[in-house]
């Protein structure tokens, strides 16, 4: 723990390799998304939020010896980073983790016909793998109930982006 950290102050070239090992997926702390090579926090994660707070002080660390390391993460997250209120957040923030995800729930929102509760069979719910299983998880109270229709199509689109980019 203490040993590693000073070690890394002492000599920042080391932090290539912690690098690789603290966003490596089979952790557990990262998803990667495979057809963006990006990752992004695991909803599905036993770790403590203070390793994070340690990735973000390892990552503060490399920018202050100026050490150049690849953090495979979407413009998304340094756009939390910077602002307090991320209400202009977009589809095209969801896009650069996920494009086939996005690109779905764009089909969605441009389908103009009204039988979209019999087109596209969605509940106001998100699956996620855990573990090998698969989960549903409401995107709102109630939601694995209410179905998406033309007139709360946008809401659910908003709720999914919201979910996965900010709650999950």
Excluded at 43 to 55: G, K, Q, V
Excluded at 95 to 118: C, F, G
Excluded at 120 to 130: R, V
Excluded at 136 to 155: F, H, M, Q, R, Y
């Amino acid at each position: 723990g203490m040993r590693k950290l000073k070690m890394l102050v002492e000599s920042p070239r080391s932090l290539h390799v912690t690098d690789q090992e603290i966003l490596n997926p089979d952790y557990g702390m990262f998803k990667e998304y495979d057809e963006s090579n990006m990752i992004w926090f695991n909803p599905n994660s036993f770790e403590d939020n203070s390793y994070y707070f340690l990735i973000g002080i390892l990552y503060g660390l490399a920018i202050y010896n100026f050490t150049i390391i690849n953090v495979p993460f979407p413009l998304i997250l340094y756009k939390k980073l910077l602002k307090d209120n991320l209400s202009d957040y977009s589809l095209s923030d969801l896009a650069e983790l996920s494009p086939t995800t996005a690109k779905s729930l764009q089909e969605l929102l441009d389908y103009k016909e009204n039988d979209v509760e019999d087109v596209f069979c969605l509940t106001f719910t998100i699956s996620q793998s855990s573990f090998g299983e698969v989960v549903e998880v409401p995107l709102k109270s109630g939601g694995e109930d209410i179905p998406v229709t033309s007139a709360n199509k946008n809401e659910y689109v908003k709720l999914y982006v919201e979910y996965v980019l900010f709650k999950s």
